[in-house]
């Protein structure tokens, strides 16, 4: 081991953007064939930028770059595949209206569209990796996981030795990501190929690598063989502070007598989701348990009004609400999607001017004419309330980290009156630190007497804030669980039915391991 | 209007650019609180200023040095707004159309059908009755348009593209393929008042020019006094408000404008304004910057776009009523092809065509940037032949600043 010539040797390398920000202040990075190396760290801390580095869509500013031994300059992802280092990237960038097939080798500079050869290769890959996808369907109609599947088809096709994965589970069902860990392990050990492997999920960053890189502020705090460390030592160096122990907080108290501030009765989508009926109550946390697909985004959809498709009647503090966004703002809902840049923000707004965009009247003299100076104060509010890492109101949002841009996408609601906040996969894709200050920023509100509906995908985040828990499959609710007494792997269980009894072992496995 | 007085505006420019230059060298972070000048004036911020600038200048330097008559006399400005100020309401709108991410093709054949209509009812009924029923029928294509767009989820190029051919084939049948004109004295009064006249506006402007240069400074102070970032739009009203006092300095007590001029002036006043200072304009960003978000953020995304297809042809319909009553007669090509230069000053004035973001005010420099250059083609004896290359070069020019400039924007 001691003798190998590291596959990739990243010596010093910074990057400074033109703007003054200082990405990375030298990092040292060594991946070797044949191993998994995690690469971890806050949102912010550099790691997009070192990927964007790694796979030439950036060229850095400083350090060298060693590939095989000697080091190498290259500036389009072109060269970077050429030289054998192929990149997935979080947002699995395909062309939809093209098959399977075309989208894996879409690079391959060959004269024909058909080509038999190809097909040929196609299997081939397929039976490396272990899993099939028939290479005539259009993806389009894959699912996200399956298109994962691409991707990294598409990767394993350019020949690479060495291929970066983004956050390649960050949207993924349970089962879905098992069959993702398991290619991992296959490539790293059968195929002797490097792996990047970027997450934020520590439990699999056990699982899976070798050996761990944590960036923290452009430089790499941490870097050691995985077995050597524990998920709390790992992440307290993402954060450089000792977390709060959400999990073992105390069970939050509610009066059961509150008033009910939202009802819903005979709720339901057709074809998406069977009606369901529920109270909650101010200061009740509804936490809604359910893997991707379950209907649990559509349940938050039809309260909102946003489904056009959607039956039955939503009442708030009492009154029923029309089916119109429009009216369920007025009501006091609040929804935070899941897609916080598609459905979230306006990206060519500062984070002030989408911060106070559901509440324009709150911060208008006589209704019509926004005031600026109040709206600034607002986004300064909301910067130092939730702690957005922005130095000013005035910072576009496409320019913030994932995690900073979902604390924009929660202050938007937090300065009205809003009653009833709908929370959809509020801490998916940020760190441990963003997401403990949402978290806690849940309890707040509860505290404060609003109601709150969390949907998440990962389970100990609402067991640690709700107080209720309903479990959705297949656009049903099939069970109410009160939050103190259910346990995550009977959550696992419940969700994922009858055949993820098995899955559920698999993660107790992944967790255990 | 107040762009034309270039030699002002460029001097006012100047200073200001040249007072920017010593906070250059700030650090990253105190950006947040200062302006960034640099940004600012950068030339995708205000390039068609400059080009305008750039343009009127030449023109006025070859005048002079050729003996010709002065380009910047008070008669050729007026003639240039003139000009442009049909084309220019209509822009406009059109931007608001594109800020909120739809498009529309058919606003000329629009105008068109309206200029029929007024000609042809005016006889019978009267100038404003006609009007009126002339704007009505631009409502109506502009709801069908909206529609169409909206609750049938098509496209809005196409299906703009489609009521182009056909609201034109509306009036070729309307018409019968034949030129109309309006026969009584009294209608042809009527449209003459409407159309012809001047309005004395020295007083107007110089109270306008005073109240802008009074808010600009009083929200400069304030933004002082507060440790933050100078606004653009503050520094706009300045530089509006010393434009218009030079414009009535120049023109004296008895300065007067053509009523189109005004009416353009006035719509895109309220037009701006609305953008600027109102929940609405907010709102119509948002919808157009992206409509989910809007959406989610209970507003409701259909109502303004329907509002924006709606304004945009009724603006149409506007500028189709000047249009008839210019001549007190329409025939049935009138104003083909006009809504590319409609478009194109929109373009020019640096309007994304994917929405949520664009400014009247550039809007109208853009239309008047066109005009100058058709109107420097007559008065340099250029030969009418040249004009489209360079205006279409202009277009494509302009198009690349704004794309690489915003390019090199995200970069950073």
Known sequence: ?513 | MNLTTSTHTGAAGGSNASSGGPTDGITPKMQGHMIDWRRLFSLREMGVYYALILLVSAISFVTVYTGRPSYLSLGNISNVLYQASLVAIIAVAMTVILITGNFDLSVASVAALSAAVLVSLADTLGFWPAAFVAMLVSVLAGLLNGAIVQYLGINAFIVTLGTLTAIRGVVQIYTDGQSLSVQTPEALQAMRMFESGRFPIAIPLMVIGAGLLLAGFWSLLRARRHARSVSVTSLGMVIGGVCCLALVWAGGVSLSMPKPVVYMAVFTMIVWFVLNMTTIGRRVYAVGGNPEAARLSGINVKRYKMAGFILCSAAAGFGGVLFGSRLGAVNPTAMQGAELTVIASAILGGTSLFGGAGSVIKTLAGALLLFTLTNGFNILNLGANYQGVIEGTVVVTAAAIYTVGGARRQKR
């Not at chain 1, 991946?31 to 550099?46: E, I, K, M, P, Q």
Request: glycine share 10%.
């Open chain 1, 1 to 513: 081991m001691v003798n190998e010539v590291p596959l990739l040797q990243l010596q010093g390398v910074t990057k400074t953007f033109p703007n003054g920000l200082v990405a990375l202040r030298g990092v040292n990075l060594e991946v070797l064939r044949g191993t998994v190396h995690g690469l971890l760290g806050a949102n912010g801390a550099g790691k997009s930028t070192l990927i964007k580095i790694l796979s030439g869509s950036l060229p850095a500013s400083g350090g060298r770059i060693v590939w095989k031994g000697t080091a190498v300059e290259y500036s389009s992802p072109k060269a970077a595949n050429d030289m054998g280092i192929a990149t997935i990237h979080q947002h699995i960038p395909l062309v939809p209206t093209l098959s399977v097939l075309e989208n894996v080798f879409l690079s391959e500079e060959g004269r024909w569209r058909r080509n038999p050869a190809i097909r040929a290769h196609f299997s081939d890959l397929c039976q490396r990796i272990g899993y099939w996808l028939d290479p005539d369907g259009l993806v389009s109609d894959l699912s996200i996981g399956q298109r994962q599947m691409v991707a990294i088809l598409q990767a394993l096709g350019t020949g690479a030795d060495l291929i970066v994965m983004d956050e390649p589970t960050a949207s993924l069902a349970a089962s879905e990501r098992e069959v993702v860990y398991k290619i991992v392990r296959q490539l790293s050990s059968v195929e002797n190929k490097a792996i990047l492997f970027v997450s934020h999920f520590l439990d699999e960053v056990m699982a899976l690598t070798d050996r761990v890189t944590i960036l923290r502020d452009g430089q790499a705090v941490v870097d050691a063989e995985t077995r050597e460390l524990d998920e709390s030592r790992i992440a307290e160096a993402i954060v450089g502070r000792q977390i709060v122990a959400l999990e073992k907080a105390p069970p939050q108290k509610f009066d059961a007598g509150a008033p009910v501030l939202l009802e819903l009765k005979d709720v339901a989508s057709p074809g998406k989701l069977d009606p369901i009926s529920l109270k909650v109550r101010a200061g009740e946390v509804i936490g809604i348990a359910g893997l991707l697909g379950s209907g649990r985004s559509e349940v938050l959809h039809a309260i909102f009004g946003a489904d056009p498709d959607a039956t039955g009647e939503v009442f708030v503090d009492g009154k029923k609400i029309r089916k119109s966004t429009a009216s369920a703002v007025r009501a006091g809902l609040g929804l935070v999607p899941e897609d916080r840049m598609a459905q979230g923000l306006v990206p060519g707004f500062e984070i002030w001017r989408n911060t106070t965009l559901p509440a324009l009247d709150g911060v208008a003299r006589g209704r019509w004419f926004p005031d600026r100076a109040v709206e600034r104060q607002r986004g300064a509010e909301a910067i130092r309330r939730l702690s957005i890492k922005a130095n000013s109101s005035d910072i576009v949002v496409t320019e913030l980290s994932g995690g900073n841009a979902q604390k924009v996408t929660i202050a938007k609601w937090l300065f009205s009156d809003v009653k009833v906040f709908l929370l959809d996969e509020p801490t998916a894709g940020i760190d441990i630190g963003a997401k403990t200050d949402i978290l806690l920023l849940v309890r707040e509100l509860a505290a404060a007497g609003k109601a709150v509906i969390i949907v998440s995908s990962e389970f100990e985040e609402i067991l640690a804030v709700s107080t209720r828990i309903l479990v959705m499959r297949d656009g049903r609710c099939i069970a109410e669980r009160v939050g103190h007494e259910t346990s995550e792997h009977e959550l696992v269980l419940l969700a994922g039915g009858h055949s993820a009894n098995s899955d559920g072992a698999q993660q107790s496995n992944v967790q255990s391991l």
